[in-house]
Structure formats: C-alpha cells, structure tokens
C-alpha cells in the first residue's frame, strides 16, 4: 500500500477554482496537493474532441474573467495565457439589433446609454468598469459583525463615487427589470439582458440582485471591459494557464484520486482518505494547515464530511439550498453548409464576425418579459422538459468563430462547426418526470431544440446536419461531478442572494462549521454564478485573516473594499 502523504494544504477538485486556489496557495509558499477524481482537471473548462479535428465545448464557453486581479498577481501571461483581440467595441457591438418573432428591434439611443452609464463604462475621466466589477465578485463578504447597509456595499460606493446618478436607495433591492426600466429603452433589450443573466448565476426577475446580474451579463457580451476579446483556445486554454502556474509554484496535481472522506478529527479538518478505486487507492493525504473543498456542497458536507460531523440546523439550511437557474444544455453542430439568419433577420449580418459571418450572440425570441416568464416556468415552477412550443421558446447562441484561425477551434475542412447553443431544463434531481427523463427522452429533446433554434436560422434541416451533439444536465452530472445535476448555481433566493450570506450564513466568507475546512466552489461560496478567479481571490482574505498563509509576498494585494474581521488577522498586511 503506498505511503500516506503529508502537505500544508489538500484541495479536493481539480476545476477552475480548486486550481486557482493551489496557483495562490502555492505561489505563497504553501506545499499544495490538489485531487481530481476525473482522469484531467479542468472541470466545466473542458473541452472535448468528439471525432479528430473538431473540438467543441460542452459546458461553459465564455471567459467572465478580465477584471480578476489573479491575471496580475499569478502572471498567467508567462504560464501560456493568451487572447484573441477583437477591435469591436461595446458601442458598435450594441448598435445592432434583438431577434424577435416579427423581425428585428434595433436598439436605441437609451440602451446604449444605460449599458454604458451602469457598466461603468462612461465613466469620466475614464471608465470605472474594472473597479465596478471587482467591487461587485472580487471583493469577500463583510464580516458578520458588520451590518450590511447602502452606505458599505462595495458596488454601491463605486457607483456613488464615479457615477452618482445611478445611486438610489433603492437600487439594491430593485429586480434587474426594475433597474432596466428606468435606464433602457426597448423591451427586447430588457429580455436578452435577463436571459442571459438568467443563465449566468442571477435571474432578470429576482429581488435584490439587480446589480451582479446586470454586470454578470455585461462580463459575458464585454469579457474585455468593452470589446468582444475571448481567450485563445476558450476556457481551456484559459484553464491551462492557471494549471501551469500551479504546477510551476510547487503544487502536485493527482487526477483520477477520488476523495472518499474527509477526515475530521475532534471537530478538524485534518487531511482525506482516498476512495479505494483511486490511483492511489485508500492512501490518506494529511493536510497540516487546511483542507479546501473545490467540489459542490453536496459532496463536500454529506458524502465526504458525513452527517455525523454536522449540527441538524445546518444540514437543514444546506437541504434547503435550491438548484433554480435550471441547467443549460448545450448543443453543437457539424453541418456541410453554415448556417445562416434567416432572410427577416439578414442585416444582422453586419454584427456577425469571421470570414463565414455565423450568427452569434442570439437570445431568441426576445419579444417581451411576458415571454421570458412563460420560458423560466419550465425550469423554475412547473420543473419540466420543455412545454413551451418550438415558435416561442427562449434559447442562445455565444459567440461563434471565438478563437483564432490557427487554433484547433478556429476551422474545420469538412463542413461548418457550430458555436455552442444553450437552452434551460431543470435540475434533472427535480425534474417532474423523474432524474433520467432528460437520457431516456434525449431524442425527442434534441429534437425540440433543433425546431427551436430553426425559428431563427436556416441550415439546421435534418439533410444539412452530419452531426448535432448535446449535453443534457443529466449527461453534464455524470461527466462532472462537481455540477449538481449540471448546473453551477447553488441558490438562496433571498436579499442576499448575490452578497453577504451566500449561500446559507454558516458558510459566510468561505469558512465552514468544520475547522480547517474551506469552501472554493461556486455553489456554496460568494460570488457563485461564472465569475472565473473570484472564489479563489476572495478566499485568499479568509485564509490570511486565519494565519493559513502568513506571508503571501509582495504581489499580493486585497480587495480596497475588503473589511477585516474583529480579532483576525488582517488580509491588508499582504
């Protein structure tokens, strides 16, 4: 039997935030071992290759990343980090049109304003943007001993500093259509803004959250802070980077090492024991400092901490904790020609990159909110496969022809390679017709979504498609165990949904009720929904305040929103 193994930290799953935390961790000083139970890391950044030479991505596709201050202080430049510049910026990017039933909705004037004013963007005497975002996901909670007012919100004090017309008392407890009604314009903009952050970790339609969801749509369309740049190679190559960094501070990576338990001893996170079906197979990893879980809360407290380590209170609040948002599934197509707007919609063309002008960025039909609820009712009150018909059902399309023409991505000789559409279903754990109806009707769904998507494009006909792959959220949870049911929004729908108790107070700026236990996943930490690098940042604060890391170094700086916690160390002596 191998020996047992000894580091200052053991972090259980290998995905975005794991890495980025053991790239920290690592880069401090720290002797780091990162777990993946999947034969790769990479989690929802990866990207598969469903025959040689076609590369597609199955689960999360755009980079909500570019404010993240880890791009400084990991330099992921040196470690292979690169992006594919795009001159369009927000104001010609917007200057287009919506997709709706009876054609195209051409923005106006107030909409471009209102995007630009809330997004910080118009800022004088330079746009804020940067600022706003950080202050919104990369900053951690205030402790619990502060009372959580207008006054302290990180993103209201940005607001009210660079852009104090936006301010309003009641601008954190507005609905995202609230706030969108008194600075946008036209209805259909409304709706593709709340779809999309519908499907990005907020919702349109939820109180109190009109802010992060707003700005959680602006870091999809504006991942540079205003132009359409992506990463070369998409989140995987993105994802590569953070790993490299990683490595190249010391941390030790070991895939296919499935964690069994974590070992708790006298109320103390103390190290994990490995399942016996590891590579490494029942050997314990002990950590001498903490353990950091980067899988769901699920996993974490009732598989691998065990109920017999938790108080009954806190089992019950993290039961209650909802998976609503739903799940995306995600489809693809290889086709022998492209396809194509259909003729009502041809001067969207102009908006279309690449030599091919593929559609993108499609929220379609955005015809008016009374739509957009019907859809979100699938997901959210009825939890059903689709029952809205094919002419009025809500989906997307991201960015089509996103990577350079020298990536793999970038082109295939035999035929057209899609960009990713993405479509809600529900949690399949809650879904009426039972947890495998989304496998057992797979076809019948493909289907439903093919005539959808068609509502808008031409060449998805069944004799220009060679093939249509698709990732239902039952597939996604058995790919990627660390997606409950495929989806990555732990949810407490509440006025704290987006802020300081997320997603339940015991689990407050990434500590648990276990000692030595950290919490570095998106359904059970702050900021949850996309935004990359956030979780890992923020915890940086908590492990510092805890005399987990004593010394970062100099590249480390915190959060200038960031408060310290009474009797805890300060992350501000980084």
């Not at 959250?209 to 870091?219: R, S, T």
């Not at 005539?451 to 498609?465: M, V």
């Amino acid at each position: 039997m191998p020996k047992d193994e000894r580091y200052d930290i053991v972090i259980v799953g290998g995905g975005p935030n794991g890495m980025g935390a053991a790239a920290y961790l690592a880069k401090s000083g720290l002797s780091v071992c990162v777990l993946e139970e999947r034969t790769e890391c990479g989690g929802a950044c990866e990207t598969v290759e469903p025959f040689p030479g076609v590369r597609i991505t199955p689960h999360a596709v755009l980079m909500y990343a570019s404010p993240a201050p880890a791009f400084e202080q990991l330099e992921l430049w040196k470690y292979g980090f690169r992006m594919k510049w795009n001159p369009v910026g927000w104001e010609d990017l917007l200057k287009g049109g919506n997709s709706t039933t009876w054609g195209v909705s051409r923005n106006d004037e107030k909409d471009l304003m209102g995007f630009g004013k809330l997004g910080g963007l118009l800022g004088q005497p330079e746009p804020f943007t940067k600022e706003l975002m950080r202050a919104a996901f990369w900053c951690p909670p205030h402790p619990p001993e502060i009372e959580v007012t207008d006054e302290n919100v990180p993103y209201m004090q940005v607001y009210k500093k660079y852009q104090p017309d936006v301010w309003t008392p009641e601008l954190r407890q507005w609905t995202m259509f609230d706030m969108m009604d008194e600075h946008f314009g036209t209805e259909p903009f409304k709706v593709i803004m709340a779809f999309a952050a519908y499907g990005s970790g907020a919702a349109g339609h939820w109180e109190g959250v009109a802010v992060p969801a707003l700005l959680a749509v602006q870091l999809l369309v504006m991942p540079n802070l205003g132009s359409g740049s992506v990463p070369r190679g998409g989140l995987h190559g993105y994802f590569h980077a953070i790993h490299r960094c990683a490595v190249a501070h010391g941390a030790v990576v070991r895939s296919m090492c499935p964690v069994e338990e974590i070992i708790v001893d006298d109320g103390r996170a103390v190290g994990v024991r490995l399942r016996d079906d590891a590579a490494m197979g029942g050997k314990n990893i002990w950590a001498n400092k903490a353990v950091i879980s980067g899988v769901d809360y699920r996993q974490t407290f009732f598989d691998m901490v065990g109920k017999k380590h938790l108080e009954p209170s806190f089992i019950r609040n993290l039961e209650d904790v909802s998976l609503k948002n739903g799940t995306l599934m995600v489809t693809t197509f290889h086709t022998k020609t492209p396809i194509r707007w259909k003729p009502k919609f041809s001067e969207l063309e102009e908006q279309c990159p690449g030599p091919d002008k593929v559609p993108f960025g499609i929220v379609y039909p955005s015809d008016s909110r009374e739509l957009y609820y019907e859809n979100i009712g699938d997901c959210d009150a009825r939890k059903s496969l689709p029952t809205v018909p094919p002419e009025r059902y809500m989906w997307l399309q991201v960015q089509s022809q996103s990577w350079d023409t020298t990536d793999c991505q970038g082109s295939y000789p035999n035929g057209y390679i899609s960009a990713p559409f993405e479509a809600n279903l529900p949690v399949p754990e809650t879904q009426v017709e039972g947890i495998d109806a989304q496998m057992e009707r797979k076809a019948e769904i493909d289907e439903h979504m093919r005539k959808s998507f068609s509502q808008a494009l031409d060449g998805l006909e069944p004799e220009n498609i060679l093939h249509h792959w698709s990732s239902s959220g039952r597939e996604v949870e058995f790919r990627n165990t660390g997606l409950i049911g495929g989806t990555w929004c732990g949810s407490r729908h509440c006025d704290d949904q987006m802020g300081e108790n997320r997603p339940i107070p015991e689990l407050t700026r990434y500590r648990s009720p276990i000692d030595g236990l950290y919490c570095c996943h998106q359904t059970m930490s702050h900021p949850g929904g996309l935004c990359l690098m956030a979780i890992p940042y923020n915890l940086m604060h908590i492990l510092i305040e805890d005399g987990v890391v004593e010394d970062p170094g100099k590249w480390w700086y915190p959060s200038p929103y960031y408060i310290p916690q009474d009797g805890k160390i300060s992350a501000m002596r980084g």
